[in-house]
């Protein structure tokens, strides 16, 4: 039976990550609530007088949601106190022409948590609305599965999803930037950036460009306090930064939450993880996420 368990629960784990991750945005939280629905698992799988699952899957999948839902309090107050601008823990992978056999599996599901930029919108949500908008528009549940997943009237689940959808769609367009461009701008980015080019700058960002930089107090991330907003502003903070921050780093090119994106080493130590969010043509950079808090960072190979 322990044997049984066990496996059933490994054959959907990636599928579990991904659901918790996309809701809280934060590895060790998500790793936390995969302990604590595992232990829910056995319990109930283990207890002589119960009765016999049906669906495996979706009893995992509710168990873990709603245990999401429990850890948001906490993971909300945390952030309240945290130092300057937040930003989800990335998730990094090989790659598209770099595939990685031994970890295939991991990657078709980890591919379908949504980019850092829609995740930093999905913390503007309730975490109720968060949830349905995780489930219904990247995983595709319908919304009578949520109703019972999360034990609320599908009339209710679909006035969640209409808000939580009106409310991402009119902060962030859906489209996706060709995986190719993304890595052609993000090189062309970093050539500028790191050499200091203000001119070569000031033409790839947009006048709406926004900077985020995540270091979480500890003085690594170019921005400050609050995300940096224009591009003037914006240009001439990483022009001027560039002999400072730039100095001596190495590039390595890997997928940053499924797209083309940059980490940053000092040696052997990585120090930031940059993902670019463009325009809807693909000409400009209109976003910029730098993820350089260590604590982060702790988690990737």
Same mark, same amino acid.
């Given at each position: ?18 659901? +918790? #991750? ?10 936390? +609530? ?6 829910? %698992? ?13 669906? !495996? ?28 601008? %937040? ?24 591919? $379908? ?7 930093? +919108? ?22 009578? $599965? ?26 962030? &367009?859906? #489209? $996706? ?34 900077? %985020? ?8 991330? !170019? ?10 502003? +914006? ?24 797209? &083309? ?41």
């Amino acid at each position: 039976m322990s044997d049984t368990a066990t496996q059933v629960f490994h054959d959907h784990r990636e599928l579990l990550f991904s659901i +918790v #991750y996309n809701m809280l945005g934060s590895v060790a939280d998500t790793e936390d +609530v995969l302990q604590e629905t595992w232990l829910s %698992w056995t319990a109930r799988k283990q207890a002589p007088d119960a009765e016999p699952i049906d669906n !495996p899957r979706a009893y995992l999948v509710r168990i873990a949601v709603n245990r999401a839902l429990a850890h948001q309090a906490t993971v909300s107050r945390r952030r309240e106190s945290y130092v300057g601008p %937040w930003l989800p823990e990335p998730l990094i992978g090989p790659l598209a022409d770099t595939p990685d056999p031994d970890n295939a599996a991991d990657a078709a599901v980890r591919a $379908e948590s949504v980019s850092m930029a829609l995740l930093v +919108v999905l913390e503007t949500l309730t975490p109720l609305e968060r949830g349905v908008f995780v489930l219904h528009e990247v995983f595709g549940y319908a919304h009578t $599965e949520i109703a019972d997943i999360l034990g609320r009237s599908p009339s209710a689940i679909r006035q969640l999803a209409h808000r939580a959808r009106e409310h991402v769609h009119a902060r962030r &367009p859906r #489209y $996706e930037p060709d995986p190719q461009v993304r890595q052609q701008v993000t090189e062309r980015f970093l050539a500028a950036a790191l050499g200091g080019d203000l001119d070569a700058l000031l033409r790839i960002l947009a006048p709406e460009v926004t900077l %985020w930089g995540d270091a979480g107090g500890k003085g690594r991330a !170019p921005a400050g306090l609050r995300p940096l907003h224009g591009r003037d502003k +914006v240009a001439r903070l990483l022009a001027g930064a560039a002999p400072h921050s730039g100095k001596g780093l190495d590039i390595a090119y890997r997928t940053v939450n499924g797209a &083309p994106s940059a980490l940053l080493f000092a040696g052997d130590t990585l120090y930031a993880v940059l993902v670019l969010d463009l325009t809807a043509d693909g000409d400009q950079v209109c976003g910029i996420y730098v993820v350089a808090n260590p604590d982060k960072l702790a988690h990737v190979d």
